[in-house]
């Protein structure tokens, strides 16, 4: 994948459609919804983080103990995951009066609210959010225990879904995503949706080199269950792949 934002507005910058709502599966093709903006504020305020409206005319989130930051940044025209626009922008320091950002997470449009949710519950719970508790193992075990093949060439750092419509790999990362350690060629997570080969991405994650482990798996865990999701809309590009039913 590749790293080669675009406005909306309401109270926050999504609205939710109206109309009837299906239980969707697998959870990694069931899209955002059209409301990854909501749901993550709605999360976040939840959680008591402040929020304030910045000279961009993005949405900036900071956490109550002063450490993380989460950024509604698709009003910024900055730059592309995967052909997709960011919608969110989280990022870490190791103390409130630190100006270094140690870490930098990135969703695009159309990552599952669910799974960014539960990524930043995950930023949320840690008193120190800086610290490597863990390695690269813990994000493969979080996706293969959820029924994630390891790739056959890179069983150590690459999961594949069982129908090959979604990857998590551990590899060099695109020089546009910036981490607090300066050396360059630095490895980091990448997540991605391509439900047909070749096709349009549904959504793309990234998550800078010094990102602790354990909080991608908690990202890992969620767009890897196979919970059910409510969904009003169905993304086009997973048609054919997602089993889709009324509530009942």
């Known amino acids: 994948?590749?790293?080669?934002?675009?406005?909306?507005?309401?109270?926050?910058?999504?609205?939710?459609?109206?109309?009837?709502?299906?239980?969707?599966?697998?959870?990694?093709?069931?899209?955002?919804?059209?409301?990854?903006?909501?749901?993550?504020?709605?999360?976040?305020?939840?959680?008591?983080?402040?929020?304030?409206?910045?000279?961009?005319?993005?949405?900036?989130?900071?956490?109550?103990?002063g450490l993380a930051g989460a950024e509604?940044?698709?009003?910024?025209?900055?730059?592309?995951?995967?052909?997709?626009?960011?919608?969110?922008?989280?990022?870490?320091?190791?103390?409130?009066?630190s100006a270094l950002i140690e870490w930098n997470a990135y969703f695009t449009t159309g990552t599952p609210h669910e799974?960014?949710?539960?990524?930043?519950?995950?930023?949320?719970?840690?008193t120190d959010l800086v610290t490597n508790y863990a390695g690269t193992e813990v994000v493969m075990s979080?996706?293969?225990?959820?029924?994630?093949?390891?790739?056959?060439?890179?069983?150590?750092?690459?999961?594949?879904?069982?129908?090959?419509?979604?990857?998590?790999t551990w590899s060099l990362l695109p020089k546009e995503i910036q981490d607090g350690d300066p050396r360059p060629d630095l490895a980091g997570w990448q997540a991605w949706a391509e439900p047909r080969p070749a096709s349009p991405y549904l959504w793309s994650a990234m998550f800078s080199p010094s990102t602790p482990h354990d909080l991608v798996a908690a990202f890992a865990s969620s767009i890897a269950s196979p919970a059910p999701v409510r969904r009003r809309i169905l993304p086009?590009?997973?048609?054919?792949?997602?089993?889709?039913?009324?509530?009942g």
């Open 142 to 168: 979080a996706l293969t225990a959820l029924g994630w093949p390891r790739d056959i060439d890179q069983p150590e750092t690459t999961a594949w879904d069982a129908g090959m419509s979604a990857g998590f």
């Open 1 to 65: 994948m590749e790293a080669p934002l675009t406005p909306r507005s309401s109270r926050y910058p999504s609205t939710p459609d109206p109309g009837p709502s299906y239980w969707v599966t697998p959870r990694h093709l069931a899209g955002d919804d059209g409301i990854l903006a909501d749901r993550i504020c709605d999360t976040l305020a939840e959680s008591g983080w402040a929020s304030w409206t910045t000279a961009r005319s993005t949405l900036l989130f900071l956490s109550p103990n």
């Open 115 to 126: 799974a960014v949710a539960d990524f930043l519950l995950a930023v949320a719970a840690r």
């Open 236 to 247: 086009e590009l997973s048609a054919g792949h997602i089993t889709f039913s009324l509530p």
């Open 72 to 97: 509604w940044i698709r009003t910024d025209p900055g730059f592309l995951l995967g052909d997709l626009p960011i919608a969110w922008q989280i990022s870490a320091r190791a103390h409130r009066d």
